[in-house]
């Protein structure tokens, strides 16, 4: 980051590690497409950047760096998205089947009613 926490590069936490102390960063690291802050579900689990990282950096519309997210986070909330799409349509059509039940129901007994009364 540069000293407006503008993200500038991302370096592998296992390169920075295996440098000398008096290598720096800014050889080991190199550009990234980052995510934006206001991205879509969709459109960061289609990323072609997760092939080459485990993690991307998040920033803002002025590239202010905010945080990183994980690939497999990002696959566990994607998954749990689908999970609860898929039951919230078992939902409508359950419920859409009691409505059905419901209005039979209240369609026969009025039949039934109407049916007493006039062999009363």
Known sequence: MD???RLVGVADL???????????LQVLSR????????????SLV????????DTLPVVDDRRT?????????????AY???RQRKRGGADAVAALG????????GLLSSLSRT?????S
Request: glycine share 8%.
């Open 31 to 42: 550009t990234v497409d980052p995510i934006r802050d206001h991205a879509d579900l969709a």
């Open 3 to 5: 000293t407006q926490h």
């Open 65 to 77: 760096y905010l945080g990183a997210v994980r690939a497999e986070r990002l696959r566990q909330i």
């Open 115 to 119: 049916r007493a009364e006039e062999e």
């Open 80 to 82: 749990d998205e689908g």
């Open 98 to 105: 009691e409505l059905f039940w419901l209005g039979l129901s």
């Open 14 to 24: 296992r390169e920075v590690l295996g440098t000398s102390r008096t290598g720096t």
């Open 46 to 53: 289609a990323r072609p950047a997760w092939l080459h990282h």
